[in-house]
Nanobody
Framework: QVQLVESGGGLVQPGGSLTLSCAAS???????????MSWYRQSPRKDERDFVALITTDGGTRYADSVKGRFSVSRDNGKSMVYLQMSSLKPEDTAVYYCRLVLGVMTYWGQGAPVTVSS
C-alpha cells in the first residue's frame, strides 16, 4: 500500500521560510527513486489543486512560475523523502500543500500540510 505523509506546515510571517517534508512508503516491489515526485497546493478559495514543483528520478526540477526563485524541491531516495524549501513567502502562498506520486494509472496524495502566511 502506498502512503504519503507530509509534515512541516505551519504559520509563518510574510518573507519567512518553511520546509515541508513528504515521507513515502511503497510496497517492496516499487523503488521510490524510480518515480517522479511533485508538490501541489490548494488555496482556501479554490476547488482545485495547483502544480507547485516537480523533481524527476534524475533530480531534474520544474516549478510553477509563481514560485520560481523562491521554492526549491529536493529528494533523498535512500530515505524515500521529498522536500519543498519555501522562502520569501507571500500571503498568496497560503494553502494546503500536498505531495503526489503517480504509479502507473494510480495517483496518490498525502493528507496535506497547511501553510499560512500572515503577519
Amino acid at each position: 500500500q502506498v502512503q504519503l505523509v507530509e509534515s512541516g506546515g505551519g504559520l509563518v510571517q510574510p518573507g519567512g521560510s518553511l520546509t515541508l517534508s513528504c515521507a513515502a512508503s511503497l510496497p517492496s516491489e516499487f523503488t521510490f527513486g524510480r518515480y517522479d515526485m511533485s508538490w501541489y497546493r490548494q488555496s482556501p478559495r479554490k476547488d482545485e489543486r495547483d502544480f507547485v514543483a516537480l523533481i524527476t528520478t534524475d533530480g531534474g526540477t520544474r516549478y510553477a512560475d509563481s514560485v520560481k526563485g523562491r521554492f526549491s524541491v529536493s529528494r533523498d531516495n535512500g530515505k524515500s523523502m521529498v522536500y519543498l524549501q519555501m522562502s520569501s513567502l507571500k500571503p498568496e502562498d497560503t494553502a494546503v500543500y500536498y505531495c503526489r506520486l503517480v504509479l502507473g494509472v494510480m495517483t496518490y496524495w498525502g493528507q496535506g500540510a497547511p501553510v499560512t502566511v500572515s503577519s
